[in-house]
């Protein structure tokens, strides 16, 4: 945008935002929307390619998702900091080389609970990020962020293997054997490599097949669905 037209901008997304908080009525049902809105203006005479107008805009958007979402945000911030980082260009980094872990990355637990009884039965393994630059960020944005850019296989991995060494742990704690459940991108399902890296590491930490359960994640479509199902009835094959 031109900055003479900042003003203008900021005044349609908030419009754009309060039409699309309004709930309509399909079917009989009241369904809620919403929307996060980046916002770039900048400075005259400042040369941007369309490529990185949008890295910008996907910069502020993210930045409005984690101060809650249904928000606008203009972008103020340069490509390596502050409250507008370029976060696929952080993960990039973060997810280059060496363990996640290093960077931020951490997996944790969250019960699943038979309520009869209140027992545990299982728990879910669950990935957070927070980096050095950015902060704490909400995993609704990383994971699509990830989905996005052709990163989430890393971070598929780490997930998987943190959980299977884990469980010798999480089993102490419970004082039984307990399920282990390891969430994948649906758009991984069905490509090369899924298979093999499940077997190994459970061979890797010595964890019994029948002690995982793989959940396949619904921010993406599946792209191959009867590949997809090919590999699902494999792995259950395999317990």
Known sequence: LDPASAGEAEEIGHRILAVLREPFLFDGHA???????????????????????????????YSSKRRGKGALARYSGSNDGGPNADLPHLLAQALAGGSPAASGFEVHYQPVVRLPDGATVAVEALVRWTDPVAGAVHPDVFV??????????????????????????LESVYG?????????????????GLEETVFAALARHSVPRGR??????????????PRAAAVAARLRSQG
């Open 31 to 61: 369904i809620g929307l919403g929307a996060s809105i980046g916002l770039v203006v900048p400075e005259r005479g400042e040369p941007l390619s369309a490529d990185a107008l949008l890295r910008r805009a996907d910069a502020a958007m």
């Open 144 to 169: 699509t962020v990830a989905e996005r850019t052709g990163l989430v296989v890393a971070i598929d991995d780490f997930v998987l293997d943190r959980a299977c060494a884990d469980i010798a742990v």
């Open 176 to 192: 039984r054997p307990i399920d282990v459940h390891v969430n994948v991108s649906a758009a991984r399902l069905g490509q090369d």
């Open 212 to 225: 995982l359960v793989v959940e396949i994640t619904e921010t993406r479509r599946i792209p191959d669905l």
